[in-house]
Each structure stands twice: as structure tokens, then as C-alpha cells.
């Protein structure tokens, strides 16, 4: 592959691979949010692109919006031949998860809070974007698998449960789906990363989990794209 491009929501779970990769700072792009870096692996150009602050709030500029706006910017300027949707992600216990554990995408990325009962848009809200087949690949760099679902809540109410149940989502997050309707929309292999920093089903809240354990669990992030990198880079799709 000549270019493989990374998109990623939070400023702390990319610093360790920006790190890790010695990657270069590119200019900003006019009126976008989006902090641009670029590294180089063999003859493959990685560019990693962070959503980076919202203007108006002054956080991170996480969940769908930002997304799906940093997977098209990046698709239609460096037209790379693989897109990593890549981050953390709650997990559940009962799924067989621990904190730090990496998943790869496996199948489909569905979305968990788009509920619309009117006949074809049920099934529209979910989206069910295709994900690049990784067998070969956690295999070989000892991932775990799993659908990853999309919403852009924290936390998991009882309708999202369901849903979840329903499509069997074991990673929960806030912006793969979004990343692979762009990608599918222009034809672009789609993969996500994502480590594990809370558990849905333990006692604990979810937002204290992530607290404790987001600088953790990016470094384990960080430590396998670069072997997910290094093994795609090397590789076509097929
Ligand atoms: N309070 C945090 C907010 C992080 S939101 C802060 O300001 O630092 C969570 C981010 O991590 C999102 O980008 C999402 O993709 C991911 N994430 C981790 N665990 C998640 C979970 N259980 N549910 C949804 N998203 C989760």
C-alpha cells in the first residue's frame, strides 16, 4: 500500500502513537478542527488524523459529526487505499472483555441509537457498513474480533441494549460507524482499532473507568497499529 490513513477522535489516544511513529505535524486544513500528522513505514505514507477541539466547547470534538467530516476530508485529500477507524472503547465482561484488550472489526459496523420505526429506515438507522475482512490479520497479531457499534452517547440506556443485543455489537464506541458510511460511500476498505477502557457490565461507571484507564489503554492502541500498520502496508487488500 502507498498510503494508509488513521482517524482518531481524542487528542490522549493519539499521542502515543503520533509518538511511537515519530510522525511530522502537516499544516491545518481552513476551517476544519482536524490536528494532521504523517509518518512513513517502508514505502507506505501513514497520515493520522485527530478530530481535535471543538471550537465552540473547547473539548475534543468527539462522536459521529466530527467523524464522518475527518474520514471524508482525509479520504478526498490523501486517497488512501485503507482507512483505520481507531481508538477506545467500552467492552463487556459477559463478552469475554478486559480493560487494555485491542479489538479489530469484524464484519459490519452498525450504529446502537438510530431508531426509526418506518418500514426501510429501520434498517437504514442501523447502517450495517461493511467491514474489511481481518481474519488473516488478528490471527496473525493475536486481536480479538468483534462487531463495533456506534452511537454518540457514553453511556448505554435500555433501548441500546436491545439493539445491541440485536445486532451482536461487542465494542461500543462513538465514531466507527460514521467513519465506514464515508468509506462505503467511496468505496474506501475500512477497519477499525480499539482498545478497551471500560467495561458496560461492571459496577463501575463508565466514565470513571475511562478516566482511569484512557492513558493505558492507549499505549496497547499505539503498540498494535503499528503492527497493524506494518502488516497491511506490506500487504494488498485481497
Ligand atoms: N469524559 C471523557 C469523554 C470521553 S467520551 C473526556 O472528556 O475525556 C469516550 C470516547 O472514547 C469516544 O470517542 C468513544 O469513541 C470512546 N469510548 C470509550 N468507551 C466508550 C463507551 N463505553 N461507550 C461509548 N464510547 C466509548
Known sequence: ???????????SEASPIVTL???????????????????????????????GRDKRHGVDSIGTQTAALNAYVVAERFSPELMITAGTAGGWIQRGAEIGDVYVSDQKFVHHDRRIAIPGFTEYGIGSYPAVPTGALARTLNLKQGIVTTSNSLDENDDDRRLIAETGGVVKEMEAAAVAYVCDLMGIPVMALKAITDLVDHHAATADQFAANLRMASEQLAEKLVQVVDFCAARSIA
Open 1 to 11: 500500500m502507498k498510503c494508509i490513513a488513521v482517524v482518531m477522535a481524542m487528542n
Open 21 to 51: 511513529l515519530n510522525a511530522e505535524p502537516l499544516a491545518e486544513i481552513p476551517f476544519m478542527p482536524f490536528q494532521l500528522y504523517e509518518a512513513h513505514r517502508n514505502d507506505c505514507r501513514i497520515i493520522i488524523s485527530v478530530n
